[in-house]
RNA sequence: ACCCUCGUAGCUCAGUUGGAUAGAGCAGCGGACUUCUAAUCCGCAGGUCGCAGGUUCGAAUCCUGCCGAGGGUGCCA
């Protein structure tokens, strides 16, 4: 019987602790880097420890004897069948099939699939999205958005308190120009049709006149210390800029099942900006150089870092230290992320250096990842050849209609409607998602609504076709598979099977601590594949009574993971495709 | 000039942080549908991991140099 602590700990750890222990048994000490990973190719066993040949080394042992030792230290631990040494010194492990089932079972029966509950008691702020009021969502940010909810949910999976904070840039010198192009520029009837891109409209038209025309510019400036000094007339005007924002990103959010917590904008930390000002001043941290206030970060190896501009302006990075010291003060986060895009390296490592400075105890992690550029040239706002998420977000629905009405043309329309967003929706994360964030990608819009091969519609797909296996039981037995169905291995595809699903805590865990939901994307996608080959080639409803069971509950194991998996990375599964 | 990334099959990308014979998808070729949903499956072909050195039992992965692409570098965010 195995205790809850064993419960919780995934493969690999139980592994690697069991490996350990046989080391300790057979040196005067107990090492501590002995690990145990899964293996790439299954004739290597399904799992190996690569440790016998560093430590042998260094202990000036010879690394197969070392590894023999180990292997032979003493009767074989729980869950494994065998052990053999191959090749330099590694130790190939051969699990145990009912110990396989065992765990199998346990993974499919668990309320949190057996993902390690590491984050309890511990809060997590993540900082994504972070749209411009005032400006439409485009291509741009559809990655800050889905990844930075995609490692919210990674988080809140293990159980982590996730504080999702919207940190909408709702402050600074653009208002000034919209005020005037508001006051000047505004069509109402456009601004009722399409708010948002009205609000863009006014703004773009405002700060053309304001570059070839200093009276204007200088209205703009007039208008923007107005707000800024508390004037009602433009504070309202503000307000209303931001309520049509929101209510715009808000529609995509409901779209992406993206929702915040928090949505607090640049604003609400404006008042704390002169005290961090003062502070950083007192605790000779900032100096004056060239009528500006700077940090100097030599010590970090960084450029000094502008905190108040000549003009008594603040910037960016104090707005950011103001941010860090509210949430420390009220949350008490144990680790705070930032998800932007490549352009803000160094601006993050600035302003975490001063963070540290100020005595910030959170861990500070900046997850950033490359633009997003079209084929035909990098896109700009100025160019105007941007792609508005919401065009893109249609584009997709669209083509995952035509899909699934030639798949499916006897759904109903209205589901079939539902099901062709949840596929378009999740094509478009998914190819996002599934790859490495931090290299530069080419949008094409056939590659961003991919629907076959290594794509969300596939995963989709490989879930529905089990939903629908299950539901054919369920109608032939009277009765859903029962999760006390015992489990039984008579086909080598059966325990490929298994051995992936196995993997699934240890591929969140793994993911999480990298900020990659590509992590996840690609185990997904394997785990797929590899249910494909089982159901294309082992028979389930077809198979003999007691088999049958067997194989049926292993399709729901299947496709539990498939779903908690597919929701963590912010990707419905619809029942029917 | 300096700093940060990236460079892997024709194309788009993985590669468990130093492990065994570098893997997928698309495109190409050959097979499997009166189906347990073929958006699938089985097979074939495709490689000097940008180039050159170095580190060690072992390198796509780490170090150095060079070439190429993208981004950034005191009053934008």
Redesign the pocket.
Request: proline fraction near 5%; glycine fraction near 8%.
């Given at each position: 019987m195995e205790s809850n602590n064993q419960k919780n700990m995934t493969v690999?750890a139980l592994l690697s602790a069991t490996l350990q222990a046989r080391f300790a048994s057979i040196l005067d000490d107990t090492p501590q880097d002995i690990?145990v990973?899964?293996?790439?190719?299954p004739?290597?066993?399904d799992y190996?420890c690569?440790?016998?040949?560093?430590l042998a080394?260094r202990l000036g042992k010879i690394?197969r004897e070392l590894a023999k030792a180990v292997v032979e230290a003493g009767p074989m631990p729980t869950g494994i069948a065998g052990m053999e040494v191959?090749?330099?010194?590694?130790?190939?492990i051969f699990l145990d099939d009912n110990w396989i089932l065992q765990k199998t079972s346990h993974i499919g029966n668990d309320p949190t699939s057996g993902i390690p509950q590491q984050g309890e008691g511990k809060t997590v702020i993540i900082d994504y999205s972070?749209p411009?009021v005032a400006k439409p969502m485009h291509i741009g940010h559809i990655r800050s958005t889905i990844i930075g909810n995609a490692i919210d949910r990674m988080y809140r999976s293990l159980g982590y308190h996730v504080i999702a904070d919207n940190h909408i840039?709702d402050?600074?010198?653009?208002f000034g120009i919209l005020i005037m192009g508001y006051r000047k520029f505004l069509d109402k009837d456009r601004l009722k049709q399409a708010p948002i891109e009205e609000l863009e409209r006014i703004y773009v038209t405002s700060y053309e006149r304001a570059r070839n025309d200093d009276d204007w510019m200088d209205a703009c400036r007039a208008e923007l210390v107005k707000l800024q000094k508390g004037d009602p007339e433009n504070r309202s005007l503000w307000q209303t800029f931001i309520e049509i924002s929101l209510g715009e990103f808000e529609k995509i959010y409901q779209r992406l099942d993206v929702h915040f917590d928090l949505i607090r904008g640049?604003s609400f930390y404006h008042n704390d900006l002169a005290d961090v000002i003062s502070t950083l001043r007192e605790q000779a941290l900032a100096e004056e150089?060239?009528?500006?206030l700077?940090v100097r970060l030599e010590d970090e190896?960084l450029?000094?870092?502008?905190v108040?501009?000549?003009?008594g302006?603040?910037?960016?990075?104090t707005?950011d230290v103001a941010t860090v010291q509210s949430r420390e003060a009220e949350f008490h986060p144990e680790r705070i992320i930032y998800v932007?895009?490549?352009?803000?390296?160094?601006?993050f490592k600035q302003f975490f250096a001063i963070a540290r400075k100020t005595g910030c105890q959170s861990r500070l992690e900046h997850v950033?990842f490359?633009?997003m550029?079209l084929p035909e040239a990098?896109f700009s706002t100025r160019q105007g050849n941007v792609i508005k998420l919401e065009a893109l977000l249609d584009e997709a629905e669209r083509r995952?209609y035509d899909?699934?009405s030639?798949?499916?043309p006897d759904m109903p329309e209205p589901e079939r409607k539902e099901?062709?967003r949840a596929?378009g929706i999740g094509?478009v994360k998914y190819a996002d998602l599934?790859?490495?964030?931090?290299?530069?990608?080419?949008f094409?819009w056939?590659?961003a609504l991919?629907?076959?091969?290594?794509?969300g519609?596939?995963l989709?797909?490989?879930y529905?076709?089990i939903?629908?296996?299950l539901?054919?039981y369920s109608a032939r037995e009277g009765t859903p598979i029962s999760d006390q169905t015992s489990l039984q291995l008579t086909d080598p595809r059966e325990r490929a099977l298994c051995i992936q699903i196995l993997r699934f805590p240890?591929v969140v865990t793994?993911a999480a601590?990298?900020y990659?939901p590509?992590?996840i994307a690609?185990y997904l996608?394997?785990l797929?594949?590899t249910y494909?080959?089982f159901?294309?080639?082992?028979?389930?409803?077809?198979?003999d009574p007691g088999v049958r069971e067997s194989?049926?509950r292993l399709?729901a194991i299947t496709a539990t993971i498939l779903k908690r998996g597919l929701n963590i990375l912010g990707i419905e599964t619809?029942?029917?495709?």
């Open positions: 690999t690990t990973v899964e293996t790439q190719n004739k290597f066993g190996q690569n440790a016998a040949m560093g080394k690394p191959a090749g330099p010194g590694f130790i190939n972070s411009n840039g402050w600074g010198t653009q640049e150089s060239e009528g500006a700077i190896g450029p000094v870092c502008i108040q501009k000549r003009d302006g603040y910037n960016y990075a707005t932007t895009d490549e352009r803000q390296q160094l601006h950033w490359g633009l550029r990098t995952a899909m699934v030639e798949l499916n099901v062709a596929v094509a599934s790859q490495n964030p931090q290299t530069l990608i080419t094409t056939d590659k991919a629907l076959d091969g290594n794509s519609p596939y989709q797909y490989a529905a076709r939903a629908s296996l539901d054919k240890d793994r601590a990298a990659r590509s992590v690609d996608y394997t797929s594949q494909s080959s159901y294309q080639n082992v028979p389930c409803l077809k198979a194989r049926v399709c619809p029942a029917r495709i």
